[in-house]
């Protein structure tokens, strides 16, 4: 495994569809993610690149950081054996995390009709652990650390219209820890360097109460490359049951892909009075684009009892988020969202990787004008999973049967605004 890279700014967690997290800001969190066409601060360099064309004057700068607490997850049902060749009992809970991920955003003075952003954010990620058997199996540990730093800039076409773009430079590290007794055992440490994308925007301003944007994330494929070590069952080779206790240690080169899914996201922003606007947003996520898990290991053995690939046919999501700011007053504005969010991991490959499921989210923050340049902020947001049923009929891929409840979210931000 090639050495950390930023280590300390790079964000583990499950949350979200998938493994993705558009929230990467106070107002964003706040909103509940329905920020794109009203962007209208340095997160706009991440959320919306078009509409740094028309922020007032002066450079915008935002640091945050998240707190993110993940209940644990329970599982009532059975998880079939290869051993046994029969279903077993599984009820069990994963453990608790919690995460600090901070943000980074930057917004340039206008220069003619060009103006420069970046963000430091963190758009993905995993952690699940769980302690027992059957879970262990095939997940002990699953984490998948994102970093992305994310240069834009914006053009004024028009005193209505502005395009936008970005280059997308990804940083992941990955570990993996599955262990079955007298089978097998794999500990398994990567990262990818850096991966390269890019992202598009559009904004128009029908007229300054109501605005409509576009964006797009492209896809950028993480190749998590490092070691993987641990042992095999030499039962494995001869089935004969005198060879259960006899272990075969190895220690290998190890690969595995997995894609950051593109985003397509479309919102209109409307001023209903004159201090309070109402945004909704439509968000498209490819993840059609995760079709199979497949590790690969260069010492054949491994290859070839846990190289086999994992069918995954994710499939595309949508989400839907309404967001609403009220401007209290001159010195304090409120935030306020909600949003429904598909899970994109059909019945037949859910795992105890990933058990994900649809979500209601619901949000909350304020802004606090402390001087005319000065503002902190707080967002707090709620992802409430729904229960996740795998039925015997679904002929789950890994051999899973019961319901997955009591996951979700829950994050927590601190921010502060300068203007310059």
């Not at 340039?108 to 879970?135: A, D, H, I, M, N």
């Not at 095999?232 to 001869?238: D, E, V």
Request: zero cysteines; aromatic letters at 16%.
């Amino acid at each position: 495994m090639r050495k950390p890279l930023l280590l300390l700014l790079s964000g583990s967690f499950l949350f979200g569809a998938g493994y993705k997290l558009p929230e990467q800001s106070a107002r964003s969190i706040a909103l509940a993610g329905a920020y794109v066409a009203g962007a209208n601060s340095a997160d706009s360099s991440y959320f919306n690149p078009a509409n740094m064309s028309f922020l007032g004057d002066g450079s915008f700068f935002e640091f945050s950081a998240t707190g993110i607490y993940l209940p644990k997850i329970r599982f009532k049902g059975l998880v079939y054996s290869p051993l046994t060749k029969k279903f077993e009992k599984a009820n069990a809970k994963s453990k608790e995390e919690f995460f600090l991920v901070p943000h980074l955003h930057l917004v340039s003075k206008p220069y003619e009709k060009f103006r420069f952003g970046f963000s430091l954010v963190t758009p993905g990620g995993l952690s699940k652990r769980w302690k027992s058997s059957p879970q262990i199996w095939s997940a002990e540990e699953f984490t998948l650390k994102i970093i992305e730093l994310n240069p834009t800039l914006s053009y004024k076409l028009s005193p209505k219209l502005s395009l936008g773009a970005g280059v997308r430079a990804i940083y992941s590290e990955g570990e993996v820890k599955v262990t079955f007794p007298h089978l097998y055992k794999e500990k398994m440490e990567g990262d990818s360097g850096f991966k390269w994308g890019y992202n598009l925007a559009v904004s128009y301003q029908y007229d300054p109460s109501l605005r409509f944007a576009l964006t797009y994330r492209s896809k950028v494929n993480l190749k998590e490359e490092g070691t993987a070590k641990g042992y095999l069952g030499k039962y494995l080779l001869t089935k004969d049951p005198q060879d259960l206790n006899t272990l075969l240690p190895y220690h290998t080169y190890a690969e595995v892909s997995v894609p950051l899914p593109a985003t397509l996201a479309f919102g209109t922003a409307l001023d209903i009075s004159s201090n309070s606007k109402v945004e909704f947003v439509y968000e498209k996520t490819f993840w059609s684009s995760y079709e199979r898990l497949d590790f690969n290991f260069k010492e054949p053995f491994a290859e070839a009892v846990l190289g086999k690939p994992k069918v995954k046919n994710w499939k595309d999501t949508n989400t839907f988020r309404i967001g609403i700011t009220y401007n209290n007053s001159s010195k304090l504005t409120t935030m306020y969202g909600f949003a429904y969010d598909e899970t994109p991991i059909p019945a037949t490959s859910l795992g105890f990787e990933l058990p994900d499921a649809d979500a209601l989210i619901f949000a909350l923050g304020a802004l606090y004008n402390y001087t005319k340049n000065l503002t902190l902020g707080v967002s707090y947001l709620f992802d409430y999973k729904l229960d996740r049923s795998i039925e015997p009929l679904e002929q789950n891929i890994n051999g899973i049967v019961g319901v997955f409840d009591e996951g979700g979210a829950h994050l927590l931000n601190l921010s502060l605004n300068y203007r310059y």
